[in-house]
């Protein structure tokens, strides 16, 4: 079983189909993607997005909102890239990196709800400011809404948020449930700005993509309240007994009010990895995705397995090579929830070459020369369509670290 992050998109029937390329086994000539044909070319905003895997907020957002507070954002900017350098992290989307301080809920005693994240039924309230897009958040639940459900205090950008709306931060975010409505409510009925509008965080027919002009962790709150919001709707009844659950500890969790049996946020972890093989890397591509992509395999952890035991079987599910289990290195990890993965990113070197693909999950999967891909990166022309996810995926972190790595090898 793969993961297939378009999964969503393809819902919205938003992708084309991609293209079947001849070509399969591990072949000389399919070593190089410069063989496969021609690939229709995508811009960056279209760049991203592939396997199941990681992706999200465009850089360029982030340099569109450092234009509007140039020396603080520069400074912080700087600070980060220091840090994620240090820590060896990846300013991949939907991280926080620690901006966002869940805790405990406050109890019923403190909370104060003022500052309300809404959703409706899986889109967010947004508006453009300037060159990008915040946020819209609400100060006073609706009557008879749902109860809101604590999602954390923030600091940076979304203090900043809270200290434009005039709510205490320490109040922290509340996501705010809309989606039993019969229909969105307005701009007018929530008492916010004319320019409000509701939209799913991921829409991709619309360009600019609102993913792409939200700052990093106005994005991830954003992903965090809808997914809050999947699963209180998901788990309105109890499991064991049938009885109806109510958000318990500010909806940190659900209780069942018959049995009192309690009920908790679950994460579905899944894997994407990198095998390698000298100066080759191993991509592949799903005949859904966009034209020319091509990324990490990746797959969902089953039950009773461990993540090496992942890595090894969902490449010799999807590929027929053959990972070493004892080179299989952790790089970073990256929160996904549409509705509720967490995506672990590993590098693995192969043991053999040969490529048997798995029709029914993949359309292709290929070797790729580094120099390819490095000359395919530099320069659209020369990729002749190829692409990879965006830069601020786990997938395209994968594959630049890798590069390096080759080049510092040399
Ligand atoms: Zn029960």
């Known amino acids: 079983m793969d993961v297939d992050y378009e999964d969503d998109a393809l819902e919205e029937g938003a992708r084309p189909a991609g293209r079947r390329m001849k070509g399969r086994g591990g072949e000389e000539d399919d070593r190089y993607a410069g063989k496969a044909g021609k690939f229709e070319r995508l811009d ?8 199941r895997d990681a992706n999200g907020q465009s850089r360029r957002s982030c340099i569109r909102h450092n234009r509007m507070f140039p020396w603080r954002h520069v400074l912080r900017v700087a600070c980060l ?6 820590a060896g992290l990846a300013s991949v989307a939907f991280n926080t990196q620690g901006r966002l301080q869940r805790g405990k809920a406050p109890t019923t005693a403190t909370a104060k709800a003022s500052c309300l994240v809404p959703v409706y039924q899986g889109m967010s309230l947004l508006q453009q400011v300037g060159d990008h897009m915040e946020p819209v958040l609400l100060t006073a639940p609706l009557p008879g809404g749902e109860a809101p459900v604590w999602l954390g205090r923030g600091e940076g950008d979304l203090r900043e948020l809270q200290e434009k709306l005039g709510v205490d931060p320490m109040d922290g975010f509340w996501m705010l449930d809309l989606s039993p409505l019969p229909s969105a409510p307005s701009a007018a009925v929530l008492g916010v700005s004319s320019s409000a509008r509701w939209a799913k965080l991921r829409d991709r027919r619309a360009v600019p993509a609102p993913l792409d002009l939200l700052a990093p962790d106005c994005a991830a709150l954003l992903a965090l309240a809808n997914g809050m919001a999947q699963w209180h709707r998901g788990v309105r009844f109890c499991a064991k007994c049938g009885g109806p659950t109510e958000a318990h500890r500010g909806g940190l969790n659900r209780r069942c009010s018959a049995c009192g049996s309690r009920f908790r946020p679950r994460v579905d972890p899944a894997m994407i990895v990198l095998v390698t093989r000298g100066e080759r890397c191993l991509l592949g591509r799903k005949a859904v995705w966009p034209p020319g992509r091509f990324s990490a395999l990746s797959g969902f952890v089953e039950l009773g397995e461990s993540l090496e035991e992942c890595v090894v079987r969902e490449v010799r599910e999807e590929s027929g090579v053959a990972v070493d289990a004892a080179s299989i290195r952790f790089v970073a990890s990256q929160p996904w929830l549409f509705p509720r993965s967490l995506l672990l990113g590993f590098t693995a070197q192969a043991e053999n070459e040969r490529i048997e693909v798995d029709q029914e999950e993949m359309e292709d999967v290929r070797w790729f020369e580094a120099s390819y891909l490095r000359a395919a990166l530099a320069d659209k022309d020369a990729a002749d369509g190829f692409n990879i996810p965006s830069k601020t995926s786990l997938a395209h972190r994968l594959i630049t670290g ?8 040399r």
């Open 402 to 409: 890798w590069l390096k790595d080759v080049e510092q090898q």
């Open 44 to 51: 960056d905003d279209d760049a991203w997005g592939l396997s």
């Open 81 to 86: 890239a220091a840090l994620s350098a240090s």
